[in-house]
């Protein structure tokens, strides 16, 4: 059985920073790309970041770009994202998700559709 299982979300003062794992198992995700999305309450899941399976491509939504920074593990079915300098309007849910897609076009890695696979979500909560 395939699970993606995030990890390290919690409250946040503005300013502050945390870090969020997700934890791939079940099957080999060689090929996969993995990405972190978030939805806020009463809003669409939208695309935060993506890293492709060898970890040297790397793309970030502009809401994010700068303070985020995703990686993955040595292991590749783990994916790390660093989250910086947050402010109140990232607080979401946020889910990790993996695919074999291409990264090069942002019709693919920004389109949740195109994964295969997502974890259960993780919420993040900064307090202003």
């Known amino acids: 059985q395939v699970q993606l299982v995030e990890s390290g979300g919690g409250l946040v003062q503005a300013g502050g920073s945390l870090r969020l794992s997700c934890a791939a198992s079940?099957?080999?995700?060689?090929?996969?790309?993995m990405a972190w999305f978030r939805q806020a309450p009463g809003k669409e899941r939208e695309f935060a970041t993506v890293i492709n399976w060898s970890g040297r491509s790397t793309y970030y939504a502009d809401a994010v770009k700068g303070r985020f920074a995703i990686s993955r593990g040595n292991a590749k079915n783990t994916v790390y994202l660093q989250m910086n300098n947050l402010n109140h309007e990232d607080t979401a849910v946020y889910y990790c998700?993996?695919?074999?897609?291409?990264?090069?076009?942002?019709?693919?890695?920004?389109?949740?559709?195109?994964?295969?696979?997502w974890g259960q979500g993780t919420q993040v909560t900064v307090s202003s």
């Open positions: 998700a993996a695919g074999r897609l291409p990264i090069y076009s942002e019709s693919f890695y920004a389109n949740p559709g195109s994964y295969d696979y």
């Open positions: 079940g099957r080999t995700f060689s090929g996969y790309a």
